[in-house]
Each structure stands twice: as C-alpha cells, then as structure tokens.
C-alpha cells in the first residue's frame, strides 16, 4: 500500500490532553470522529485507550475490544506513514 493510501484513511489532530481521529476511507467507520483522552508529549501523544469515545452522531456507541484493535491498528499505520516522527504511546489498560 502507497503512503497516500495510507494516510487518506484518517485524519489525526492531538491537543494537550486529547486526540482527535477523523476516519476518512475506512471501511468500518468512515465519516466518523472518534476522540481519544490522554497527555501530549514532545515526541508525541500518550493515549488511553479505554477513554475512545465516538463524536456526535454516534456518542451513545460503546466500542467493542475489536473495534479498539482495529483503530489502534488504522492510527499506528497513520502514525509508521506520516513521516513527521509523531508517536502515539498506547497506555495498557489497567
């Protein structure tokens, strides 16, 4: 798969304390922004996965363990991609 390919999947925006993931050419959730609670580093972004939560249109979804292993698998593909040496530390859940 070619880096255009990859990062057109989802578009990935981090703030001090959240990540913001837009699922552009997804097969599962295209259209849809999920938001991922955590701290930003200086490398990078330090995630809780047990924080993911969708946006607005479909904040009343729960997010199975597949589908978390799905995303983490979509944005660490955006992350080996996009060539600007942001890193996402997944912490385990406790």
């Known amino acids: 798969m070619n880096d255009k390919n990859t990062l057109s999947k989802v578009n990935v ?3 001090s304390s959240k990540l913001l993931v837009e699922f552009l050419k ?3 959730f295209e259209g ?4 991922i609670k955590g701290e930003a580093l200086s490398c ?3 995630a809780y996965p047990s924080t993911m ?3 607005k249109s479909n904040e009343n979804e729960k997010i199975d363990e597949q589908q978390k292993k799905h995303i983490r698998n979509v944005i660490c593909e955006y992350e080996k991609n996009c060539k600007t040496g942001f890193k996402i530390i997944w912490e385990d859940e406790k």
């Open 13 to 15: 925006l981090f703030s």
């Open 26 to 28: 997804d097969p599962y």
């Open 32 to 35: 849809r922004k999920l938001v």
């Open 44 to 46: 990078g972004f330090d």
């Open 53 to 55: 939560q969708w946006l």
